[in-house]
């Protein structure tokens, strides 16, 4: 999340987050200052980011513009500094016709000297092999709630996806526990498949990084990107 906070913190005009999810990254955007264009094709996941707003100073929550949409129809009459796809959001177009309709979707939306920011878990089999064993449990803390996580995964390195199954919970300030079971199934891209859809799509990347993450044994590679 850090990345994506210094980036917008030197971009200009309002952040497009694709895939927000239920604002893990939309709302510190907006408590630094930033407009968000949030968008999401999940009613759920939108409306745990409202009742994540609700709980924000009102001049947190009137920052943020909540547009229920799947990112392959992204047309919005505005051009951006910055556009991002997190959380390995990347992997849930398991259609290479998919991907490429949404880096061109992206490329269209860019202002002049914008940026593109999205994240890729590494295919790195061995690591993705050994998670298959794994059950991990987590607390987290966002937006006045109290969460606790469980999550299992499992790479199927045949078929080129690894697919995640949960049970959150999640409590707030009044006590009140809300209980979810979920999962994704995303695609694992390796490094070549992506270099190909950046080029395909009129983008290059001006940066990359590889960070591991917290709560699991996936690497990430962090891709900057700008029109070509």
């Not at 009742?51 to 505005?78: G, H, K, P």
């Amino acid at each position: 999340m850090d990345d994506y906070l210094k980036l917008a913190a030197n971009s200009p005009g309002p952040v497009l987050e694709l895939g927000c999810g239920s604002g893990r990254i939309t709302v510190p955007l907006a408590r630094q200052g930033h407009e968000v264009i949030a968008l999401d094709a999940s009613p759920d996941m939108l409306a745990l980011l409202r009742r994540r707003l609700e709980r924000e100073d009102e001049s947190v929550a009137r920052r943020v513009t909540i547009v229920e949409s799947d990112m392959r129809d992204l047309r919005l009459d505005e051009r951006f500094g910055l556009v991002l796809l997190p959380a390995n959001n990347l992997g849930l177009l398991a259609d290479e016709a998919d991907r490429h309709e949404v880096f061109s979707r992206v490329r269209a939306h860019l202002a002049p000297g914008g940026r593109f920011a999205f994240d890729n878990a590494l295919a790195e089999q061995d690591r993705l092999l050994a998670q298959n064993g794994d059950l991990v449990a987590f607390p987290a803390s966002s937006g006045g709630e109290e969460q606790f996580v469980l999550s299992a995964h499992r790479y199927l390195p045949e078929e080129g996806v690894q697919i995640m199954n949960y049970y959150a919970e999640s409590v707030d300030a009044t006590g009140r526990t809300r209980r979810y079971l979920g999962g994704w199934t995303k695609a694992v891209l390796p490094d070549a498949a992506v270099a190909g859809l950046l080029a395909a799509t009129g983008l290059r990347a001006e940066e990359t990084r590889t960070y591991d993450l917290d709560f699991d044994r996936r690497r990430m590679m962090l891709y900057i990107c700008s029109a070509a």
